[in-house]
């Protein structure tokens, strides 16, 4: 079902204090699961937020600074690898964003989180199947999210270039099936994902 033709998003809360959560990262390969929280202001409205996913990196980057500057609060957090491997994907996802909505400087009221869990924060709200296509707090997250974790990649890729991780961030393109089966896992891969688990029995 695509974006506009899901049912209108019907909020049960009126107040400014909410905050839009998401997270960027459950799958790759390979480095920390990244979280974000944003409350916007509605006095100074940002133009242009969407999914980042639809979004140029370009684009991104812009917004992420527009975000920063006028958003009431927001905070970005993460799940390690080593988090991951031992609670799993899933939980370590809601980590993260349990980590983000604590890391706000303002205390949220409300919480809109993409997907279709709330992470079991104290802090009451609601799941939003493709929210971050249908709220703008949740698409300010989503990008927050997705711009940090891509420059960890990038920073990665400076550090062992040979992996692609510039490119495909860590995501189990063919390159990276291909290096990973040629050079071998790094400390940074996910150790219980299946493709770095069947390499590291090779290895």
Known sequence: MKPHELPPLTIDYQGTLLA??????????????VAAAVILDPARPIAGLADSKQLTAERRERLDGEIRE????FAVAE???AEIDELNIYHATHLAMRRAIDALPLAAEYLLVDGNRLPGHHVPGQAVVKGDARHPAIAAASILAKVSRDAQMVALDRLF?????????GYPTREHLAVLERLGPLPEHRRSFGPVKRQLALF
């Open 20 to 33: 839009g959560v998401d997270e960027v990262g459950r799958g790759p390969l390979i480095g920390a699961v």
């Open 70 to 73: 006028k958003a009431l609060a």
């Open 161 to 169: 270039p040979g992996y692609g991780f510039a490119r495909h961030k």
């Open 79 to 81: 799940a390690s690898v």
